[in-house]
C-alpha cells in the first residue's frame, strides 16, 4: 500500500494537484505518508481511508479527460464516497474531510465494542446468512458485512462470535473462513456509535444530485438525488456492502465496460464473477493508462 499514487502524481499534474489539495485540506502531509509510509500508520483507518479516496479521485482527475461518458458508478464501501466525488455529488474538500472523520468515528467505535471480521469463501449467502442466525441465537452478534461475490462473503460482530461463526462454516462446508486484520467489525451493528457522528458531519455538507445515477452499497439501487446519498452514505456503517448486487444490476441498467479506480485489482477480480465476460480495467498507476491509450 505504501507508494499509492506517487507515481501518478509524478505522471499528470492533475494528479499532483489532488495530492496537494489534500494535505492542505488535512493539515499534515498525507502524500508523504502515502509515498513512504511507515506502512503502520498508513493502514490505521484514520489515514487509510483518506488516502484511498485520494487516490481514486487523482485518478478520475487523469481518467475523465479520456472517457467520453460515464453512465453509471459505484463504490466498495469507503469508495462509495469516492464515487459521489466523481459524480459531483459533494466536493472532493468535502468528502476528505467527511472521510477522515468516518475513519476516526469507526476506530473508536472498535474500540468502544471491539469486534473482527471474517472471509468466507465456497459458501453460499444462504449458508453463511444461516451460520450468523445461528451464532446470534447463541446471544452472540455475527452478521454478513460484504456480499462480494458468488462463493465469495465477509462476515463482522463480536470477536467470540466471529470465531463461533468460523467454526460452524466450515461444518456448514465453506473452503475456507479466515480472520482479516482489521481494528473493527465494520458494517455490523457494533459500527452504531459512529453513525450519528457522521450523520451530524454529513449534515454539514452541501450535497448535490449526483451527475449520474450511483449504486448505494445499501439497498443496490441507483442514487440520482443527494440527499437521499446523504443518508445511506449513513446507513451504510452498519449495513452490508450489496457489491455482487450492485454489479449485477449495473449490468441489468446497461452497463457495458467497468474501470476500477484506485490502487489494487480486486474488484475486477470480482468482476470475473459478477460481470462476467464484461471488460473491467484497473486504473492506478502511469502503465496503466498507458495501456489504455495502447
Known amino acids: ?8 502524481a509524478l505522471a499528470f499534474p492533475q494528479a499532483a494537484e489532488v495530492f496537494e489539495e489534500a494535505d492542505d485540506v488535512l493539515g499534515f502531509h498525507l502524500s508523504r505518508l502515502a509515498w513512504e509510509g511507515p506502512e503502520d500508520e498508513l493502514v490505521l ?3 487509510a481511508q483518506p488516502a484511498l479516496l485520494v487516490h481514486s479521485t487523482a485518478v478520475h482527475r487523469v481518467l475523465r479527460e479520456e472517457l467520453a461518458s460515464v ?35 469507526m476506530f473508536a467505535s472498535g474500540v468502544q465494542r471491539p469486534g473482527t471480521m471474517a472471509a468466507v469463501l465456497g459458501l453460499d449467502d444462504q449458508g453463511v446468512e444461516e451460520v450468523c442466525r445461528a451464532v446470534e441465537g447463541e446471544g452472540m452478534i455475527c452478521v454478513p458485512a460484504n456480499f462480494n461475490s458468488r462463493g465469495q462473503v465477509v462476515i463482522s460482530g463480536e470477536v467470540e462470535g466471529v470465531e463461533r461463526a468460523m467454526v460452524l462454516l466450515k461444518e456448514a462446508g465453506a473452503k475456507k473462513a479466515v480472520r482479516l486484520s482489521v481494528s473493527g ?3 455490523s451493528p457494533l459500527m452504531e456509535p459512529a453513525k450519528e457522528g457522521l450523520r451530524e458531519r454529513l449534515e454539514k455538507i452541501k450535497f448535490s444530485d449526483p451527475n449520474h445515477p450511483v449504486l448505494s452499497n445499501v439497498t443496490a439501487e441507483p442514487v440520482s438525488v443527494g440527499s437521499q446519498a446523504r443518508e445511506l ?12 448486487a450492485s454489479v449485477e444490476r449495473m449490468v441489468e441498467l446497461g452497463a457495458e465496460q467497468f474501470f476500477e479506480l484506485g490502487p489494487g485489482s480486486v474488484l475486477c477480480g ?3 464473477r459478477n460481470a462476467k465476460g464484461f471488460p473491467c480495467v484497473s486504473m492506478g498507476t502511469p502503465a496503466d493508462f498507458d495501456a489504455l491509450e495502447g
Do not use: C, I, Y
Open 45 to 47: 483507518t484514520r489515514n
Open 233 to 244: 452514505l449513513v446507513d451504510q456503517l452498519t449495513s452490508p456492502v450489496q457489491w455482487r
Open 270 to 272: 470480482l468482476n470475473k
Open 185 to 187: 467489525a465494520f458494517h
Open 1 to 8: 500500500m505504501v507508494g499509492m499514487g506517487r507515481e501518478l
Open 71 to 105: 453512465s453509471m458508478a459505484a463504490g466498495h464501501s469507503l469508495g462509495e464516497f469516492s464515487a459521489h466525488v466523481a459524480a459531483g455529488t459533494l466536493s472532493f474538500r468535502d468528502a476528505l474531510e467527511a472521510v477522515r472523520v468516518r475513519g476516526e468515528l
